[in-house]
T-cell receptor, first 114, second 113 residues
């Protein structure tokens, strides 16, 4: 069974640009969550999607947005990139929104802002 | 608001020695507690989880954790460390519904030969 796939693995952008990251969950998983990991702030929750609806949102500015498609694949978008957006962005999928179901993480997309 | 504290940023342990990683949480209701491990350049792998029941939880790779409500702790242990256990370990707390996790700052484990 394939794991969570995140593309691209690495990305370099400049300030002011926008970026879209993609996450393909494990087959059958309908919940997708996104996290930002930085050396300074650690792992922070961005948002969670289930059945194409955002169910939870973290404390990030509106420049960070996401969506989920009918096949459960998810994208997150960051507009007007800032230097502080440089981070590893991790996606996790699970069967449902029930915490009893384990979350499986992808290897992340490393975003560097120049 | 929920929070997680991992007091030790780095721990160095000799191969074959025991390991204990500390985790303290703050959460108003019954917590859902997790330990994850992250190897360099990779995502997070779930080691074990606690929701209810027996307070000593067994996980993968020979790890176990003990939930102590009175101390708001969920410490991770391994009796004998292998060189492959060198990684960063994260404790996290979640709610019953929803997959939002609040993570601690992580503990980086170095294993000496």
């Amino acid at each position: 069974k394939a794991g969570v796939t995140q593309t691209p693995r690495y990305l370099i952008k400049t300030r002011g640009q926008q970026v879209t990251l993609s996450c393909s969950p494990i087959s059958g998983h309908r919940s997708v969550s996104w996290y930002q990991q930085t050396p300074g702030q650690g792992l922070q929750f961005l948002f969670e999607y289930f059945s194409e609806t955002q169910r939870n949102k973290g404390n990030f500015p509106g420049r960070f947005s996401g969506r989920q498609f009918s096949n459960s694949r998810s994208e997150m978008n960051v507009s007007t990139l800032e230097l502080g957006d440089s981070a590893l962005y991790l996606c996790a999928s699970s069967l449902t929104t029930d915490s009893n179901q384990p979350q499986h993480f992808g290897d992340g997309t490393r975003l560097s802002i120049l | 608001a929920q929070s997680v504290t991992q007091p030790d940023i780095h721990i160095t342990v000799s191969e074959g020695a025991s390991l204990e990683l500390r985790c303290n949480y703050s959460y108003g209701a019954t917590p859902y507690l997790f330990w994850y491990v992250q190897s360099p350049g990779q995502g997070l792998q779930l080691l074990l989880k606690y929701f209810s029941g027996d307070t000593l939880v067994q996980g993968i790779k020979g790890f176990e954790a003990e939930f102590k409500r009175s101390q708001s702790s969920f410490n991770l242990r391994k009796p004998s460390v292998h060189w492959s256990d060198a990684a960063e370990y994260f404790c996290a707390v979640g709610k019953a519904a929803g997959n939002k996790l609040t993570f601690g700052g992580g503990t980086r484990v170095l294993v000496k030969p």
